[in-house]
């Protein structure tokens, strides 16, 4: 038990640098909300969080898998149905609804992996992209689901912590901040757990894992079926807080993909990836999103993403994570090794 | 009877224009081992190209075929040169996302400069033009597509299978490093593989502007149409593309024809179920 809450809660492998930049980002979140009071920064903040949040779990596959997964919205949008339909039909409370929405998207990813890891690379890629578009078609064709005109939830008053539903902002940032924290300590236990290590290794080379007697096959499920699950619960959490989903608001193609890039441009398979990708991306969707649609420039935003995304692609495969590792190696090198 | 005729002879004119587009992902792939994700864009480009001949000079969208096929050559290659020779070394993580990169920067390019509108070619010879044989009445702009899509099917399965050049490009697909000690300039190689993949898809493009709206966004579904119809007709394979090509037209018709809300997802399934059960398809090796 105290090993495993150890491993939940320490840093100790990683360099000091990481550890202080760690805990000023903690302490800088935690007082946000009273530094920045206009309701539009204290949006793009939940949305930064929710994104971080997304990211965490898109990384178990996509960074510590090494496998690309461009369907992660399937996932999103079971959380976020099995919420907003429950409260609807039954008035659950949305902490027991979370547990459902994660074990309908766990089953789901479990059945879908079985046969989907018979492929590899750009053959997966495809796949989990058309799974996830099924599964959009079938979310608009059902009646039961609210078809396109989506699920609206009952408006609440004041503070209701059974429901979730607030009416500042202040509260679903702390919200969504807990939630992250959950995810975040899951994924630093998880990282050096057995599962973990076993994840990377057949990342790293399948043969040689396979060799050391890691049934890689079986692993590969395992970890789709865990990111199946942990995407759910940000869907859930987005049905709270928009109050309204639909089909192409919570498993739409580009949500998958944003969810995918800001990982990638942060750095797959690093635990500060998904925060840094979409520390840049969110804000830079948000703002200048907003400036440019003011000014009519549709679309400008997404060209610089994808700017972005080739030279990463091109360049420095880790992504941002990558540099700063080699900048700070590079400086931390004792003079003698610098020659060699 | 007359429905199912109907139907069949829809298929099969939307399969060829399918296994037009399905050729140069096709090929791409079967020269370099890399997916093209952005090669619904270059066929939405193409569309462009026939939608502003048409509505801005007034010129028939026919004239824009050879136009949108160089543009296409142009872009292919551009694409191979700047972008997607920087990626082929890295992990395979970075070549997909390299390509993604490519498609979204096309898809909001056009998003900026064309705004979201729904457009559609209204003037030209063919457009909106019946031909009747019998009962059976199809559109005149369907039937010629259908007929350059077997030219131009004909053309590229000469040059690869009957000239110099397409036996250097064969080679190079085979055994890249093989090909290069034996002096063929396998960058030259890939470089035309990416130009003639640009130059079909946009000719393809050029022809289904004829009766089908252009959107910035109307790439993916197609990226994803080629993508069903190349694994089912075997990666790499120009017979396969073609056959599956039309495979994949008549399920889209006859499913569209059954529950229309969810013809695309009959595509998906079947790339899902052959890359999973028959992951060399039809006529892949």
Redesign the interface.
């Known amino acids: 038990m105290q090993q495993f809450l150890s491993d939940l809660f320490s840093f100790k492998d990683r360099p000091r640098f990481e550890r202080i930049g760690f805990f000023i980002f903690l302490i800088l979140v935690l007082i946000f909300p009273w530094i920045v009071t206009s309701a539009y920064g204290r949006a793009v903040m939940i949305k930064f969080l929710l994104f971080a949040l997304f990211g965490l779990g898109w990384n178990l596959i996509g960074g510590y898998g090494g496998q690309v997964d461009l369907g992660q919205a399937k996932n999103v949008g079971f959380g976020a149905y099995a919420t907003a339909l429950m409260i609807v039909w039954w008035k659950v409370p949305f902490w027991i609804t979370i547990i459902p929405g994660m074990i309908i998207a766990a089953a789901e990813s479990f059945m879908v992996a079985y046969p989907m890891f018979r492929l590899k690379g750009h053959y997966f890629a495809i796949a989990t992209l058309c799974v996830a578009l099924v599964w959009k078609e079938l979310f608009i064709f059902w009646d039961w689901t609210g078809g396109a005109r989506g699920v609206e939830l009952p408006i609440r008053s004041g503070a209701d912590f059974v429901y979730m539903q607030f009416n500042s902002p202040i509260y679903y940032h702390y919200f969504v901040f807990f939630l992250f924290l959950l995810q975040f300590f899951f994924m630093n236990w998880f990282r050096k757990s057995k599962l973990g290590y076993e994840v990377q290794a057949v990342r790293d080379n399948e043969d040689a894992a396979a060799s050391l007697g890691i049934n890689v096959y079986r692993t590969k499920v395992i970890n789709y079926t865990i990111t199946g699950g942990l995407g759910a619960l940000g869907g859930s959490f987005m049905a709270v807080y928009y109050l309204y989903i639909d089909p192409d608001a919570v498993m739409p193609l580009d949500l998958s993909i944003l969810i995918a890039m800001t990982v990638m441009v942060g750095g797959a398979g690093s635990i500060w990836g998904p925060l840094i990708g979409a520390g840049l991306l969110i804000p830079l969707d948000m703002y200048l999103g907003a400036w440019l649609g003011a000014q009519k420039r549709l679309g400008v935003d997404f060209m610089i993403y994808a700017v972005i995304m080739m030279v990463i692609a091109a360049k420095e495969p880790k992504g941002i994570w990558g540099i700063i590792e080699r900048v700070i190696k590079r400086r931390s090198t004792p003079l003698l090794q610098k020659g060699s | 009877m007359e429905l199912a005729v109907q139907l069949i002879v829809y298929g099969i004119l939307m399969g060829l224009i399918f296994s037009l587009i399905a050729l140069g992902l096709s090929l791409i792939f079967g020269v370099m081992n ?2 093209n994700f952005a090669h619904g864009e270059f066929l939405m480009m193409g569309m462009y190209i026939a939608y502003l001949l048409s509505t801005y000079l007034p010129m028939d969208p026919l004239v824009s075929l050879p136009i949108s096929a160089l543009a296409g050559y142009l872009l292919g290659i551009g694409s191979y040169r700047l ?1 997607v020779h ?2 082929l070394r ?9 390509t ?6 096309l ?6 400069i064309f ?2 509108d729904v457009r559609s070619v209204k003037h030209g010879i063919l457009v909106g033009k019946t031909l009747s044989l019998g009962w059976i009445s199809v559109d005149a702009s369907k039937v010629f597509s259908a007929v350059i899509c077997l030219l131009a099917f004909a053309a590229i399965y000469w040059m690869i299978y009957r000239t110099k050049l397409g036996r250097a490009l064969r080679a190079t697909s085979i055994d890249a490093e093989a090909a290069k000690y034996m002096g063929i300039d396998t960058k030259g190689m890939n470089s035309l593989a990416w130009g003639i993949g640009g130059a079909t898809v946009a000719l393809a493009g050029a022809l289904l502007a004829h009766f089908y709206y252009v959107t ?1 966004t109307v790439g ?1 579904l197609f990226t ?1 149409i080629a ?2 119809t190349v ?1 089912l007709g075997g990666f790499g394979s120009i017979i396969g593309a073609f056959i599956a090509g039309i495979i994949i037209g008549l399920i889209m018709v006859v499913s569209g024809q059954l ?1 229309s ?2 013809k ?2 009959f595509i ?2 079947v ?2 179920l052959v ?3 028959r ?1 060399r398809g039809l006529f892949g090796w």
Request: glycine share 6%; hydrophobic share 65%.
């Open positions: 890399i997916v972008l920087h990626i890295g992990p395979m993580v970075a070549q997909l996302f390299g993604f990169g490519l498609m979204l920067f898809r909001y390019l056009a998003m900026y705004t979201p910035p993916m994803l993508f069903a694994a529950v809300e969810l695309f997802s998906y399934i790339y899902f890359v999973v059960f992951p």
